[in-house]
């Protein structure tokens, strides 16, 4: 192998077992969006379920029914959708819709004139600035919701919205948020919506914060075993297990003389004699080139450190004095046992957040999965 995303789908459950110990009675839906966050969104998605997670949640309204194409039954919410999305096509394989304004609530009614009646979960703005219907139009909504509800259209199934900060426990914006949200919940049901779930929290806040759970908790990071709050708690002590293991092999060892330069713009020149080793995975495999001079690698029993630019599908690692061997296993990074750096430490390295890392992994990189399916 040049190179692999190991999946540990036993971690992935593990992870939704660790989640569900910390949410009381809410349920947890597993939020599988961007492939599962660049783990294998089926394959998560049916790892996730048999750990529990009665709900299943995606962004886009494709990547739901590409679910549904395999199989994945069960509760499923998709939320991020425009004008010509396949929304008809999803109402008809019993997907849950988010309407966030009224040219949604207009496109599910006409895809439920079609065929059954959609389910949907109105989403309110409490804060966040992005998607959610916005205060001064919510009881409008509602009312619109409603009356598509008596016709038979749709049904109000849930009532929802998103955190800005909930990465950030202490933030203001959290009970402004919350407020926010418990007023919005209370204007809906006063007008006589009767929601089977409410739901706000995701990772960091299912995690961190209790009062934030209601019916339904949305669990994306915490699902692959890494922190949404790695400030706060990591992933080890909120008893997370990280899921990926990106591995790769050495392609080429050489010893070079003090002075030799290394890769694109010769950004990095050997101080001594050193032992370099090139290992296959680029920026076309979502290696940052931020890592260029930066990013954490373990081979040879040792952390070592990229030399030299990330090309788009290679880098160099300095091995100083010590040897590797063509074929030897590189791991950029893991769930840390083996003294491997986490998708954590690539972030930290290259200033950005695991999400980033893990989801950036290319198409071009296999997932081979491990643990029962
Ligand atoms: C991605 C997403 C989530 C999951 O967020 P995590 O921080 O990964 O838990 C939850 N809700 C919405 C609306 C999302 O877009």
Redesign the pocket.
């Known amino acids: 192998m040049r190179a692999e995303a190991r999946i540990d789908l036993d971690a992935v459950r593990h992870n939704i077992a660790a989640v569900r110990g910390r949410v009381g009675a809410a349920e947890v839906m597993a939020?599988v969006?961007a492939d599962g966050y660049g783990h294998g969104m089926v394959e998560c998605a049916r790892a996730a379920r048999s750990a529990g997670a009665t709900w299943l949640?995606t962004?886009l309204p494709g990547e739901a029914l590409e679910l549904r194409r395999h199989g994945v039954d069960g509760r499923l919410l998709t939320?991020l959708w425009v004008p010509g999305d396949p929304i008809a096509e999803a109402v008809a394989a019993d997907i849950d819709i988010s309407v966030s304004g009224r040219w949604a609530l207009d496109e599910v009614t006409r895809a439920a004139r079609a065929g059954a009646p959609a389910r949907v979960h109105l989403k309110a703005d409490t804060g966040l600035g992005r998607n959610g219907c916005p205060p001064q139009e919510w009881e409008s909504l509602v009312e619109a919701a409603l009356k598509a509800q008596a016709d038979g259209l749709v049904q109000v199934v849930g009532l929802w919205s998103?955190f800005a900060c909930a990465d950030e426990p202490e933030h203001p914006s959290v009970p402004a948020q919350l407020d926010a949200f418990r007023e919005a919940v209370a204007s809906a049901e006063q007008k006589g919506v009767t929601p089977e779930v409410r739901h706000i929290a995701?990772?960091?806040a299912a995690l961190l914060l209790p009062d934030t759970h209601f019916d339904l908790v949305?669990?994306?990071?915490?699902t692959y075993g890494l922190s949404?709050a790695p400030d706060v708690r990591g992933a080890a002590e909120l008893g997370l297990r990280p899921a990926m293991t990106l591995a790769a092999s050495v392609a080429s060892v050489k010893r070079v003389a003090a002075g030799h330069g290394v890769s694109y713009g010769h950004t990095w020149h050997a101080d001594r004699e050193t032992t370099l080793a090139l290992v296959p995975l680029g920026y076309a495999d979502g290696v940052p080139r931020h890592a260029s001079n930066a990013g954490p690698m373990w081979l040879a029993g040792a952390r070592r450190t990229l030399v030299g630019r990330v090309a788009m599908d290679q880098c160099v690692v300095d091995l100083g004095d010590d040897t590797a061997e063509v074929g030897d296993e590189a791991l950029l990074f893991g769930p840390g046992d083996r003294g491997e750096p986490t998708a954590e430490d690539w972030a930290q390295a290259v200033g950005t957040i695991s999400?980033e890392i893990v989801t950036r992994i290319g198409s071009r990189v296999p997932r081979v999965y491990q643990g029962a399916r």
């Open positions: 939020v969006k949640g962004a939320w998103h995701n990772s960091a949305r669990s994306g990071l915490a949404p999400y």
